[in-house]
């Protein structure tokens, strides 16, 4: 569903990713990890686009995102984004910004776009926030309402830019739970996070990056209990210590 | 010392002073404020872009239109206009546009220029995040500006753009070198006809600084509301 090739990227002299090459197919979960500066959400900012690349290309379902010729905002509205700073519309109320893009985008009716707009925010359990406006809710409300604004365009597949990391450590779990209820569904998902807990529970491969390379792509059983790289060994030493 | 004044003037001549004068002050400031802030929030979208042609046009226009005095902008265009009118519709002779309309242009073309540059801080007082995200659900370059960046650029910025417009409201004393009737015009004709310089522009001035302290005044609350709100 998702081909990375081969991407290269720079800023200027400096590169931030080099030769990233993983698929993630669909109906799979699939974390990436690594030490800030790794790059990890440089990759996924790259998979729709968000991001330019100047080597390899990246393919949704076959379409190209560094093909000049692809309709880039028709590819991007098929796949979700999640962001670790929410990015909700701040002037628009919680429904507004689930249907926004429902109406401008897709093309539905006011009706139709609210009435999926309700179900997903009575999903996520945010039924009553409506009328409100995202500065009105907490940080773990504002996540769970950006989920299901992506979720509000029916989207292939999710991808997750460290979703928890901005999060009080008491909200971080209603998104998580969220988030595994969503991958046991059998949504295809990207996802940035230093969650391990998360990782073992519901994700089939864990991608380890160090310095804008993939260390390390491996079934989570196989990454959890013996990575191969001395790189990832390390990672994991510090991250699980506690 | 206010024993010559003669206030009566000011009474007699307050329909024309406001029928007619102000009257035309106001409706050239909303009109050029308008269509300047459209104008500028082009200019400011121009001289944003990625693309150099558009951005350095746009940074050209507002260095120019900001290093001229606005007199003689006014002048200018005044008679300039006309002869590109003639050339436009090429007409065999330079075509006079009017005065209202000549104004009317010129603020615009100018204020766009001081509008772009508080246009711009606005759009980049949007977090980046924002753009990310309506490009990620879907939206064009036209959609994300529409429906995300702008309405909160404006609302960032509303204080700033009356307080503009207010500016303008001021400026537009400055056609009466044209020998427009606005409200300094009416003022300044009657003081000529009545012999009566001092108390017409007296008069002329506290009425200016009325409405202007009083939409200051009003901007001020305005701001502070906001300010809460966000």
Redo the contacts between chains.
């Keep these: 569903m998702i081909e990375i090739d081969n991407v290269s990227k720079w800023y200027s002299d400096f590169q931030v990713l080099k030769g990233c090459t993983t698929k993630v197919a669909k109906g799979e979960v699939v974390v990436v990890c690594g030490p800030s500066g790794s790059g990890k959400s440089t990759l996924i900012?790259c998979v729709?686009a968000?991001e330019p690349f100047q080597q390899g290309d990246i393919r949704i379902e076959g379409v190209s995102v560094r093909d000049r010729k692809t309709d880039?905002?028709?590819v991007?509205?098929?796949?979700?984004?999640v962001?670790q700073?929410f990015?909700?519309?701040?002037?628009l109320t919680v429904i507004a910004n689930l249907c926004?893009?429902q109406m401008?985008?897709?093309g539905r009716g006011r009706e139709e776009a609210t009435k999926k707009a309700m179900a997903l925010l009575e999903r996520v359990d945010l039924k009553e926030q409506a009328p409100k406006y995202p500065?009105q809710l907490s940080g773990g409300q504002q996540q769970r309402v950006a989920i299901a604004?992506?979720l509000a365009?029916d989207p292939i597949a999710m991808l997750f830019d460290e979703p928890t990391s901005a999060l009080d450590p008491e909200m971080i779990n209603e998104v998580l739970d969220v988030m595994v209820a969503l991958a046991q569904e059998g949504m295809t998902m990207m996802v940035v996070t230093h969650e391990m807990g998360f990782a073992r529970k519901v994700a089939h491969r864990v991608i380890f990056m160090d310095k804008g390379e993939i260390v390390e792509d491996a079934p989570k059983e196989d990454f959890f209990g013996r990575p191969r790289s001395e790189r990832a060994q390390l990672f994991l030493s510090k991250i699980l210590q506690h | 010392m206010l024993t010559g004044f003669d206030f009566d003037v000011i009474w007699r001549s307050l329909s024309y002073l406001f029928l007619d004068g102000m009257v035309f002050t106001v409706q050239l400031t909303l009109l050029s404020a308008a269509g300047g802030i459209i104008l500028g929030t082009l200019i400011a979208m121009m001289r944003l872009s990625s693309l150099a042609p558009l951005s350095l046009f746009a940074a050209g226009y507002v260095n120019l239109v900001r290093s001229l005095p606005l007199v003689l902008v006014i002048f200018w265009f005044y008679f300039l206009i006309p002869w590109v009118w003639q050339w436009v519709t090429s007409a065999p002779r330079p075509v006079p546009v009017g005065a209202f309309l000549s104004a009317l242009i010129t603020f615009t073309m100018f204020e766009a220029a001081y509008y772009a540059e508080i246009m711009r801080a606005g759009i980049q007082s949007v977090r980046k995040g924002q753009v990310g995200a309506g490009y990620a659900l879907g939206m064009t370059y036209g959609q994300v500006m529409g429906y995300v960046v702008l309405p909160q650029a404006f609302r960032n910025m509303l204080p700033v753009l009356l307080t503009q417009t207010i500016i303008l409201f001021q400026d537009t004393s400055l056609v009466y070198v044209l020998s427009i009737t606005d409200f300094l015009g009416a003022a300044s004709k009657i003081a000529n006809r009545d012999f009566r310089p001092v108390e017409m522009y007296l008069f002329a001035a506290v009425v200016y600084f009325a409405i202007s302290f009083t939409l200051s005044s009003l901007v001020r609350q305005l701001q502070s509301r906001i300010a809460i709100v966000r």
């Design positions: 900012q729709n968000l880039l905002p028709k991007r509205a098929r796949v979700g984004m962001f700073h990015e909700l519309f701040p002037h926004i893009a401008k985008v897709l500065g604004r992506a365009m």
